[in-house]
């Protein structure tokens, strides 16, 4: 008797790969932390991951004209000839040696991440007609909505300076306070909340410069408050002007004093400014369990998942899921790390937060 095929023909490598693509897309705020993986790992939840740390800038060395080199040949009785402007070549001129110094900090798998969706016989001969539609894109919709979530989730518990001692922060900054009125919805009261958010900013701004956090990939990450309170500011001019759908598909709503603006609904009156780099997603895939029917194990942008396809003898069925180990850090600076000749070390310094405050003018604190 002849074998009757499946008719969607599934490549588990290529639907990872897809799956991949698909999640990437589908991301915001989890679509922001740097990213490492591994797809040969050998450990298990709990175990860790040593990263490397990007190394600063190999000192430069300036050199000069060490001694001029006097003309023997002499003119005038009265005056020298000219002298040379080589430097002697007895001297050294070799460059300091450098090297590459990338420190290497732990990150732990917290957490294994999984769906899974089962899909009865009557159900793959009648009713799925694109299995990328139907299937694919909801498990991978799933685990969008679940890294936001995660991410936002650490943003509020560890995007802050509060580590900081009060030298530290003498010199680079800590976290900005920021008080401003009550909405009342008048044209002066509208500039009055938004100045106040952009003076914090600026603040900001100033304490990641001081830093020497980079310019570029800043985001300024907020909820839906502090993006009324910005978007009804005369100043600041939207991303949605500019044309720019990729922005838009990423959230981005904005720009302001060189930081994305991302709105998500996790956040309230607050607001988390940070560079790309002050966190780190490492993601490791479990190896391909020797049940299963069939399955791939992918990297696709430094999310590494892996694609399991299975069956249920007992509920004649498939089972489609797509699961990763992670874990989520705060990337911290070189233990010989300073500013200004102040020790800053191993602390968090490339994001802070601004905590935003609602009082009228001349309200006691204890009336608020």
Same mark, same amino acid.
């Given at each position: 008797m002849a074998l009757t095929t499946h008719h969607f023909n599934l490549d588990p490598q290529q639907v990872t790969i897809a799956a991949l693509g698909l999640l990437d897309r589908q991301l915001t705020l989890g679509g922001i932390p740097a990213r490492y993986s591994e797809l040969?790992?050998?450990?298990?939840?709990?175990?860790?991951?040593? #990263? &490397?740390?990007?190394? %600063?800038?190999?000192?430069? !060395? @300036?050199?000069?004209i060490s001694e001029p080199i006097w003309n023997p040949v002499k003119g005038d009785k009265n005056k020298f000839a000219a002298v040379s402007d080589r430097p002697l070549p007895t001297n050294d001129r070799l460059a300091p040696v450098g090297f590459i110094n990338e420190s290497r900090f732990p990150v732990q798998l917290t957490t294994l991440a999984q769906n899974a969706t089962t899909l009865s016989m009557e159900q793959v001969a009648f009713d799925l007609k694109q299995f990328g539609t139907q299937v694919l894109t909801k498990l991978t919709r799933g685990f969008a909505e679940y890294f936001d979530d995660t991410t936002a989730l650490f943003i509020k518990e560890n995007i802050t300076r509060s580590g900081l001692s009060t030298a530290q922060k003498k010199v680079i900054g800590g976290d900005v306070d920021v008080t401003?009125?009550?909405?009342?919805?008048?044209?002066?009261?509208?500039?009055? %909340?938004?100045?106040?958010?952009?003076?914090?900013?600026?603040? @900001?701004? +100033?304490?990641?410069?001081?830093?020497?956090?980079?310019?570029?990939? %800043?985001?300024?990450?907020?909820?839906?408050?502090?993006?009324?309170?910005?978007?009804?500011?005369?100043?600041?001019?939207?991303?949605?002007?500019?044309?720019d759908t990729n922005a838009l598909r990423r959230?981005?709503? /904005?720009?302001?004093?060189?930081?994305?603006?991302?709105?998500? &609904?996790?956040?309230?009156?607050?607001?988390?400014?940070?560079?790309?780099?002050?966190?780190?997603?490492?993601?490791?895939?479990?190896?391909?369990? +020797?049940?299963?029917? &069939?399955? $791939? #194990? !992918?990297?696709? &942008?430094?999310?590494?998942?892996?694609?399991?396809?299975?069956?249920?003898?007992?509920?004649?069925?498939?089972?489609?899921?797509?699961?990763?180990?992670?874990?989520?850090?705060?990337? %911290?600076?070189?233990?010989?790390? $300073?500013?200004? /000749? #102040?020790?800053?070390?191993?602390?968090?310094?490339?994001?802070?937060? #601004? $905590?935003?405050?609602?009082?009228a003018a001349g309200t006691k604190p204890e009336e608020r």
């Amino acid at each position: 008797m002849a074998l009757t095929t499946h008719h969607f023909n599934l490549d588990p490598q290529q639907v990872t790969i897809a799956a991949l693509g698909l999640l990437d897309r589908q991301l915001t705020l989890g679509g922001i932390p740097a990213r490492y993986s591994e797809l040969k790992f050998r450990g298990g939840l709990g175990d860790v991951i040593n #990263v &490397n740390r990007e190394s %600063r800038g190999i000192p430069v !060395q @300036a050199a000069g004209i060490s001694e001029p080199i006097w003309n023997p040949v002499k003119g005038d009785k009265n005056k020298f000839a000219a002298v040379s402007d080589r430097p002697l070549p007895t001297n050294d001129r070799l460059a300091p040696v450098g090297f590459i110094n990338e420190s290497r900090f732990p990150v732990q798998l917290t957490t294994l991440a999984q769906n899974a969706t089962t899909l009865s016989m009557e159900q793959v001969a009648f009713d799925l007609k694109q299995f990328g539609t139907q299937v694919l894109t909801k498990l991978t919709r799933g685990f969008a909505e679940y890294f936001d979530d995660t991410t936002a989730l650490f943003i509020k518990e560890n995007i802050t300076r509060s580590g900081l001692s009060t030298a530290q922060k003498k010199v680079i900054g800590g976290d900005v306070d920021v008080t401003i009125p009550p909405a009342d919805g008048t044209g002066e009261n509208m500039k009055a %909340r938004a100045l106040g958010l952009r003076t914090a900013l600026v603040d @900001a701004r +100033m304490a990641m410069n001081l830093a020497n956090v980079p310019a570029s990939e %800043r985001y300024l990450i907020a909820g839906p408050e502090v993006e009324a309170i910005l978007l009804k500011d005369p100043e600041f001019v939207a991303v949605d002007y500019s044309g720019d759908t990729n922005a838009l598909r990423r959230a981005v709503v /904005g720009r302001i004093y060189g930081f994305d603006i991302v709105i998500h &609904n996790s956040f309230g009156l607050e607001m988390y400014l940070f560079h790309k780099s002050a966190m780190l997603l490492v993601s490791a895939c479990p190896a391909i369990p +020797m049940g299963a029917v &069939n399955g $791939s #194990v !992918q990297n696709i &942008n430094g999310i590494a998942t892996r694609m399991l396809i299975d069956y249920d003898y007992a509920k004649k069925a498939d089972t489609i899921g797509l699961d990763t180990m992670y874990g989520l850090s705060t990337v %911290r600076e070189d233990p010989d790390y $300073s500013v200004r /000749g #102040v020790g800053i070390g191993e602390s968090f310094v490339r994001g802070l937060k #601004v $905590s935003i405050t609602e009082k009228a003018a001349g309200t006691k604190p204890e009336e608020r």
